[in-house]
């Protein structure tokens, strides 16, 4: 730190209360009184047990509406089932724009209630914590986006373009009662250009920012089931063409097989912005695979798959063997075998060629290879990298901490594939998370879950001045 001598203490001390005079003409929120309230309201929708399955996300809408309602805002529910409702809050701009969409799912992943230190639902804190289901999957969306309207509305803020506020069900398996009836039957009251979402975080190291992951695209799943035929027989006479063991051999050699490398805009650009993180060999990989030479990529492709699995995840369409199953009793010979393959195809994969290809890498007549029936999400282009809303999050990235902003492709699935099938440009943003914090069973989906306050706030804080550089009236 600099020290500064004291004739320059004073200037930066009157320039600092200058600043703050002219945000406060400018009408910037209360970022104090803002934390108290943002707190409430994110203990409060955490108490409401919206496990889904079932669900039953409607206290927790109506929650939502009745925080909304009070401030004058308007809000209308949809649901396909009575328990599941979908929450969309409005504000009008003036149209030259067109708008701008926030949302959050307000159900929840199971629980096993003996894991947790704190009870799931208690939403309570400790430590700097918030400890519950939901923290950070996905009441942090919905919390944020709540405040960002609560904020837009009580400053008044002029718009060019109208913010949409979407509090959805049924995103944990069950997108027909959320996204998929939100799209099919009420895309007016969703439309818009771009659309702000979970997918994304900002990874900190030992407690330090690495860098802002924002997700621009994200992998389709698909399954394949291979099935393997031969004669049956008694377990004491072996049988050269045993299904069990053709299958084994076909598990095998499919995932000895590697689909060849692709890179598209979001992942060159991901490693490329890695290797300006990183130093040695680490930044030298990451050159390496957007490299081009095919040699040295396949060694660091090795090492990937060594080290970091989930870059070796990113630049192919992977195959993962989840499910076998055979046989029912030691001294039968069963005349079927099944394997089940978890596919994650990269955007753009010809379905068509590379069950083809499948089929020629396991290269036996007695193995049926098909795609079998999955909760599929539709395949969707990337959103963009050259747009006002990526250029946007950049700078607030930048301002709020002081990192880099990274595009990534999801391996997993979200509700922004609904979305993007329909040409909205939709970003996975979310708050800093410690990189430590997912192996010790605090992550989404885990036995426990927590979110460090001061995190919660700074991603607030972030969101509103992305929404506000989007969306208000220049
Ligand atoms: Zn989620």
């Known amino acids: 730190m600099t020290i500064l001598p004291r004739a320059s203490v004073g200037l930066f001390l009157m320039l600092a209360l200058a600043t703050a005079a002219q945000a406060q003409r400018a009408g910037q929120p209360d970022w104090t009184s803002i934390e108290t309230e943002t707190l409430q309201h994110f203990q409060a929708l955490l108490r409401f047990d919206t496990s889904d399955p079932p669900g039953n996300e409607r206290a927790a809408v109506e929650y939502l509406k009745q925080v909304l309602q009070r401030e004058g805002i308007v809000v209308e529910t949809f649901a396909l089932e009575p328990d599941r409702p979908n929450l969309v809050a409005r504000l ?7 708008p701008l969409l926030v949302m959050g799912h307000t159900d929840v992943v199971n629980v096993d209630p003996a894991k947790w230190t704190h009870p ?3 939403a309570t804190r400790e430590g700097g914590y918030v400890y519950g289901r939901g923290t950070v999957d996905d009441k942090d969306n919905v919390v944020a986006g709540l405040m960002l309207m609560l904020m837009l509305k009580r400053l008044n803020v002029p718009l060019d373009r109208d913010v949409i506020f979407l509090a959805e069900s049924g995103e944990e398996g069950s997108t027909r009662v959320g996204i998929q009836f939100m799209t099919r039957e009420h895309w007016p009251a969703i439309d818009a250009e771009y659309c702000l979402a979970e997918g994304g975080a900002v990874a900190r190291v030992g407690g330090r920012v690495r860098y802002a992951g924002v997700s621009t695209t994200e992998k389709i799943p698909r399954a394949i089931e291979l099935t393997a035929r031969g004669p049956a027989g ?7 063409g045993n299904a069990v063991v053709r299958l084994s051999r076909a598990v095998a050699k499919i995932s000895e097989w590697r689909a060849p490398i692709k890179l598209n805009e979001t992942t060159r650009t991901y490693f490329q912005r890695l290797a300006t993180l990183t130093s040695g060999d680490s930044a030298q990989r990451y050159r390496d695979i957007v490299g081009g030479d095919p040699a040295t990529m396949a060694r660091v492709d090795e090492y990937f798959l060594d080290r970091e699995p989930s870059n070796a995840a990113v630049i192919r369409t992977s195959i993962s063997p989840n499910i076998v199953q055979g046989g029912y009793r030691v001294n039968v010979i069963p005349s079927e075998a099944k394997a089940t393959l978890d596919v994650r195809m990269l955007p753009g994969e010809d379905t068509v060629a590379f069950l083809a290809t499948v089929r020629r890498v396991i290269d036996d007549p007695a193995i049926a290879v ?10 969707t282009p990337d959103a963009k990298l050259n747009t006002e809303a990526f250029r946007a999050i950049e700078a607030a990235v930048t301002r709020h901490y002081s990192a880099a902003t ?3 492709m999801l391996t997993g699935a979200t509700d922004m594939a609904y979305l993007r099938a329909r040409g909205m440009q939709c970003y996975g943003i979310g708050p800093a998370f410690d990189v430590e914090d997912g192996p010790k069973g605090f992550g989404a989906h885990s036995d426990q879950e927590r979110i460090l306050e001061s995190e919660l706030h700074r991603f607030v804080r972030f969101q509103y001045d992305v929404v506000e550089q989007l969306a208000r009236r220049r």
């Open 92 to 98: 009008r701009g003036n149209g030259t724009k067109r």
């Open 120 to 122: 799931p639902f208690s």
């Open 234 to 240: 008694h377990g004491s006479v072996p049988l050269k």
């Open 370 to 379: 098909a795609y079998m029936r999955r909760d599929v999400r539709p395949e």
């Open 406 to 408: 990274l595009p990534v």
